[in-house]
């Protein structure tokens, strides 16, 4: 069965003649009977709206091994939960709100309001931006698509901004999270001199893109250099995240978490640990376990795991020069 306000609209929107509150309303009853698994009548509708709507049967976008988008984005099953990530508490509690929002969509489309869907990530690379952002996936139970640049990006005049619009054109009729990870690569402020006139076309584009996507799809983006996204773009965003580098009290939350999870004696306290890595990504952090596993491994049967540690201590620290507290 449809939902209540979906319903509404689509009589409101044939009614009063509105072609795009129209359009909007049957991508979002798509994208409500994908989530169902009621795949037969989501491609019947997706038909129709190829056949009556803005798009020809012949572009409608696909993901398939031969699909229009197969080379522009990867769909991952998400398995990152933001309960286990260590975050700012603002950064946890916003999330969580925008999450409940998208469960609670209907009774906030009955008081004529709408989840927030768009999320804007900043910060140093390796502090949890898409980690967070899969984590959103997960909470929201939908698929995680992630854009791939490497399709995306085109050196033909103008390929760069129809490729988007195919991108987007597949995730309007789906419920999802779509992650722009290193957004300032086509995020661009219009106004650098040192621009081509493509990149900035190419940002209106996804501006228009972004402003026209349903509420059902949640588009996260992610940046290392805030300050070369163009103005426009930060006003698209309704959240706006700073993920700050690790402190030395969750970098040692770190270690209690990840630690308490395999089955190696370190050794050491967490404590100690965070005070001689203090500084480090949780990227880098995550490597850093990774590689005293790996030596544990290939030392067994009988390897010293206390001496692995404090041998991969003394390399790392002085790769990284990091500055250590008694």
Request: charged share 30%; proline share 4%; aromatic share 6%.
């Amino acid at each position: 069965m449809a939902r209540s306000d979906l319903l509404l609209s689509l009589v409101k929107a044939g009614t009063s003649g509105d072609q795009m509150l129209f359009r909007k309303v049957v991508e979002s009853l798509i994208a409500d009977e994908r989530a169902k698994k009621h795949d037969v009548l989501a491609e019947r509708l997706a038909d129709e709206l190829s056949q009556n709507g803005r798009l020809s049967p012949a572009n409608r976008p696909t993901i398939s091994n031969s699909g229009t988008v197969h080379d522009l984005c990867v769909e991952i099953v998400p398995s990152r939960n933001i309960d286990d990530l260590i975050l700012p508490c603002v950064v946890v509690e916003t999330c969580r709100e925008l999450i409940e929002e998208h469960h609670r969509a209907e009774l906030l489309r009955s008081y004529g309001l709408r989840p927030r869907n768009r999320v804007l990530l900043a910060g140093a690379p390796g502090n949890g931006k898409t980690s967070l952002a899969e984590g959103i996936a997960q909470g929201l139970m939908v698929p995680f698509v992630v854009a791939r640049y490497d399709g995306l990006i085109a050196s033909y005049l103008g390929e760069t901004a129809s490729r988007l619009r195919r991108l987007f054109d597949y995730v309007r009729t789906r419920g999802c999270v779509l992650f722009f990870d290193e957004f300032d690569t086509i995020g661009k402020e219009r106004g650098d001199k040192h621009e081509t006139g493509e990149i900035k076309r190419v940002v209106s584009s996804l501006l228009l893109q972004v402003d026209d996507l349903p509420s059902h799809v949640v588009v996260v983006t992610a940046t290392n250099h805030p300050e070369l996204l163009d103005r426009a773009v930060w006003r698209r965003f309704q959240v706006r995240l700073e993920l700050p580098p690790p402190t030395r009290d969750q970098t040692c939350e770190f270690f209690e978490k990840t630690v308490g999870r395999i089955d190696i004696p370190f050794g050491f306290a967490a404590r100690t640990l965070a005070n001689k890595l203090h500084g480090l990504s949780y990227s880098e952090l995550e490597d850093f376990v990774a590689d005293v596993a790996r030596r544990y491994v290939l030392a067994l049967p009988g390897g010293d795991s206390k001496k692995i540690v404090a041998e991969r201590l003394a390399q790392w620290q002085k790769r990284f020069s990091l500055q250590t507290t008694k």
